[in-house]
């Protein structure tokens, strides 16, 4: 059942303009998901709270190497989009091989976007911003889950190794 989560941006799209006639939210966000923890598992169930669907691209694996450095990712994108798509909170995974997000968000043309409290609304790439406002789409900045972080549990598994 994992498998059939995850699509493509055309058929996102598609699910995307089918929420959009039926009055219903699709809510998207976006990442690396390199090793799924609790942090990110309360994010993408606030997240599915927002609306009535909710769609993750995936950072590419050649995507999350240039954002992480050489040694990322640790689990390849496939294996990364099948984990998400197992998550009862998840509707749709897609994957993306671009730096940034900015088509994607474009051609589904999301409700709703949210990112992790790490995140502020300026901070956000601006063409990423800018194709937002563009599709109309309403950006909410998620509270963040302390102390739990990828990063951190690749340094706790270096300081246990």
């Known amino acids: 059942m994992a498998a059939s989560k995850i699509i493509s941006v055309a058929e996102l799209a598609l699910h995307s303009n089918a929420c959009t006639s039926a009055g219903r939210t699709l809510v998207f966000t976006n990442g690396c998901f390199d090793l799924l923890h609790v942090g990110h598992v309360r994010y993408l169930q606030a997240a599915k709270s927002r609306g009535d669907l909710l769609a993750v691209a995936v950072n590419g694996d050649d995507s999350v190497r240039a954002l992480k450095g050489p040694s990322r990712p640790v689990n390849t994108e496939l294996d990364r989009a099948e984990v998400l798509a197992a998550l009862a909170c998840v509707d749709f995974v897609t994957l993306f091989h671009t730096p940034r997000v900015t088509e994607v968000i474009r ?31 309403h950006i909410e900045i998620l509270e963040l889950v302390p102390g739990k972080s990828t990063t951190a549990v690749i340094h706790r598994l270096g300081a246990t190794a």
Not at 111 to 132: C, F, I, N, R, S
Request: hydrophobic share 30%; charged share 30%; proline share 6%.
């Open 107 to 137: 051609t589904i043309r999301p409700h709703l976007y949210v990112k992790g409290g790490d995140y502020t609304v300026d901070a956000l790439d601006p063409g990423e911003k800018q194709a937002l406002d563009e599709v109309g789409s």
